[in-house]
């Protein structure tokens, strides 16, 4: 239980938090080859790929050069940031105070924009370039919680097969349906993995600090359910405290 | 060149949203860690801060940005 516990952790949030952002990315892709044409769609999506790949080679070594504490102290810092700031915006759409992400919007605003530069001569570098981007920026994503939620106790091939497998199921989904993913439960996926990425912030950051966690691994899963929990009081707490009708206006 | 700002751009923006909230948490960190390390505070009492606090902040955070929207 205590080995398998973080491996399954690790997979999970990889997975998951990998779902959201190629979802992401598969939008804009498909708007491309939808509205544009296929090749642009695909090879801007192949370039930032490899461009990605190529970032992970020049600094994944780099990772092995840094001790095993100091690693956990500085990613679990980062997880710390980037896991509240995925829970803080899940809490705040829980509640209404920042709309929901909407597929179906995203896809037909990147469509409008990719119909107004139809009849640019250069239509199709432009093309490439939406898909070029959202799968850049999206992959930068996948390739950090890939790196921060694997290398801090040497799980970086099972956090990436975790993030593989939701590469290829969206890919699939998405090939069977040909249309945005529209009806994913984004922002509970997103409020799982903030509370997920959050949990093994505190637990990597104590643990860089010298903290011996009572229970070993295990206490990754108490500091989970504390941090759920307190977070469900929260959307609780705001939603009698500040009802607010539709989507906000707070970042 | 552009792709690497494009991604060193979008790579901050991971990690600060609300700005407050950011400053907030590398605060705690090296309030909790400096305890540690210099006042002999017990590790496991600094991993103990470490997650009330960041509970704390987050509270506060989402309270701002509610209570925003609602004036």
């Known amino acids: 239980m205590q080995t398998l516990t973080p491996i399954l952790s690790t997979v999970t949030a990889a997975f998951l938090a990998s779902f959201v952002e190629v979802v992401e990315a598969f939008t804009i ?9 296929w090749r642009p769609a695909l090879t801007g999506a192949a370039l930032a790929l490899a461009l990605l790949a190529a970032l992970v080679l020049a600094f994944g070594p780099l990772l092995a050069l840094v001790p095993i ?12 940031l980037f896991g509240m700031r995925w829970l803080r ?6 509640v209404g105070v920042i709309a929901l992400h909407d597929e179906e919007a995203a896809f037909s605003k990147e469509t409008a ?16 370039l939406a898909s070029f981007k959202a799968v850049l920026l999206e992959g930068v994503e996948v390739v950090f919680i890939v790196i921060a939620v694997g290398a801090a106790h040497g799980q970086t091939l099972y956090a990436s097969l975790g993030a593989l497998a939701a590469f290829f199921l969206v890919m699939l989904i998405g090939l069977a349906v040909h249309r945005p993913l529209a009806r994913v439960p984004e922002n509970a996926l997103k409020f799982v993995v903030g509370l997920m990425l959050t949990s093994f912030g505190i637990f990597w950051t104590g643990e860089g600090i010298g903290a011996d966690w009572p229970g070993a691994d295990l206490a990754l899963l108490a500091i989970f359910a504390i941090v759920a929990l307190a977070s469900f009081a929260m ?9 607010v009708s539709v989507g906000g206006l707070a970042r | 060149m552009n792709a690497i700002r494009l991604v060193a751009r979008e790579f901050f923006g991971m990690f ?11 605060v705690l960190v090296a309030a909790v860690a400096i305890a540690v390390k210099l006042l002999s505070l017990p590790p496991l009492l600094g991993g103990v801060l470490l997650l ?11 309270r701002r940005a509610a209570r925003a929207v609602k004036r």
């Open chain 1, 29 to 37: 892709v498909l708007a491309v080859g939808v509205t544009r044409s």
């Open chain 1, 69 to 80: 504490t100091t690693l956990q102290f500085v990613v679990g810092v980062l997880l710390i």
């Open chain 1, 89 to 94: 915006k899940a809490i705040l759409r829980s």
């Open chain 1, 113 to 128: 924009a990719l119909n107004q530069q139809a009849n640019d001569r250069r239509a199709d570098y432009l093309a490439g």
């Open chain 1, 235 to 243: 959307v609780r707490w705001l939603r009698s405290t500040y009802p």
């Open chain 2, 16 to 26: 600060v949203d609300d700005g407050n909230l950011a400053l907030l948490a590398l």
């Open chain 2, 52 to 62: 009330v606090g960041c509970l704390a902040i987050l509270l506060l955070s989402v």
